[in-house]
Nanobody
Framework: QVQLVESGRGLVQAGGSLRLSCAASGRTFSMGWFRQAPGKEREFVAAISGASGRTYYGDSVKGRFTCSRDNAKNTVYLQMNTLKPEDTAAYYC?????????????????WGQGTQVTVSS
């Protein structure tokens, strides 16, 4: 069981940037980022494959967010630029047991505890 710990929570103004990190206790394969705002369903944000590092993004963040990984550090990052108030949510990283991109939450076996991002207008 891989343990995941997110960091980088913060309060930023609209248009600002923030970088989230997700440190894993061991080797990981495909990873993903999701977010959940109060009263809303969990939303897919980004995924990165374990083999090639190929990425995929949700429509609402495409062009603004970048997902990357440092396998030597067992860490995945989410660089968030041009933040909007609607990006406010708890952000979760997740680890899959496979190497291909996974877009559905049910495809992830391990989850972090979440980190809060708040964007003020």
């Amino acid at each position: 069981q891989v343990q995941l710990v997110e960091s980088g929570r913060g309060l930023v103004q609209a248009g600002g940037s923030l970088r989230l990190s997700c440190a894993a206790s061991g080797r990981t394969f495909s990873m993903g980022w999701f977010r959940q705002a109060p009263g809303k369903e969990r939303e897919f944000v980004a995924a990165i494959s374990g083999a090639s590092g190929r990425t995929y993004y949700g429509d609402s963040v495409k062009g603004r967010f970048t997902c990357s990984r440092d396998n030597a550090k067992n860490t995945v990052y989410l660089q968030m630029n041009t933040l909007k108030p609607e990006d406010t949510a708890a952000y979760y990283c997740a680890a899959s047991v496979g190497v291909n991109l996974v877009l559905d939450p049910s495809g992830y076996a391990n989850w972090g505890q979440g980190t809060q991002v708040t964007v003020s207008s």
